[in-house]
């Protein structure tokens, strides 16, 4: 992503993602964030590979805390200044082939709007967290990021997506992480956002079965580079969790020319990363990571 030269002004009304910035409190609260846990479990259970525990951060300015939770826990703590904007995400350690990565894309939450970690809105905090980073890269004061975070309503922020996770097209499951970030960061810090920026275009859905159909057609690959052998049965994974617990068949949400990555789990060999790319008549290219995990 381009470096961003963020502009914050003074005051700014608009398309209700706006508030008045009143006097900030200086006290600070011991805040628990707790983890998805119904997700938590599904994790452990059936092919999902093993949750180890939770790579954690807190954002706000300039300030970045780390944390390493192992999965037994169920919520982490940290000291915040009290309604300051602060990005919390999760990241899950999950166990591959005697080794423990990170790989699907981490829960969040923004605090004070909330305090239970979610995969929905791990979207938003990265938002946070990005807005964050790229004010401290273009030489604002820390405290002035953190002023301008809070006359952006992210509560309102949160809302709208979760409302476009919760009435999806019956075609398309709703997925944040496919949306124009550049975009949205642009429109916070010019005070120019608004709820168009929260659609996802340019987007179609691909099942299960289509990626499987092309992963068969790399089968001399997989078997050569990864000593995979012929037919070997394995369980595919989306970088976005919530794609992966659905009822059914399997249907992920990709935008057209753009790849995305998955995690296929085999019960004897490595796992393999599988990039795909669709194309917007329905064309599947596939890639396969050839450094093992």
Known sequence: ???????????????????????????????????????????????????TGW???????????????PAQEKAVSFILERNAPCAVLAFPVILCAGREIEFFKPAGCIYPEQRSLSFLRGFSASVLDEFYSHSILSGTPPDKAVSYARRFNWKKFISVIEQKNDFPSPELLYNPWLLEKSSVLEGIAAGSFSATYLG??????VSESEIRTALQKKSLILENSFSVPPGADFALFSKYFPFNITG????????YGVQEEFLCVFSESQPVRAFVSVTKDGKITLALNSIPI
């Open 1 to 51: 992503m381009k470096k961003m030269c963020f502009l914050f002004l003074p005051a700014v009304f608009i398309a209700g993602f706006f508030v008045s910035c009143g006097t900030a409190s200086e006290d600070f609260d011991e805040v628990s964030f707790y983890f998805p846990q119904y997700e938590a479990s599904d994790f452990a259970g059936g092919d999902f590979p093993y949750l």
């Open 248 to 255: 059914g068949e399997k249907s992920f949400t990709v935008k």
């Open 55 to 69: 790579n954690v951060v807190s954002v706000c300015g300039d300030e970045r805390i780390y944390k390493t939770v």
């Open 200 to 205: 996802m275009k340019n987007v179609r859905s």
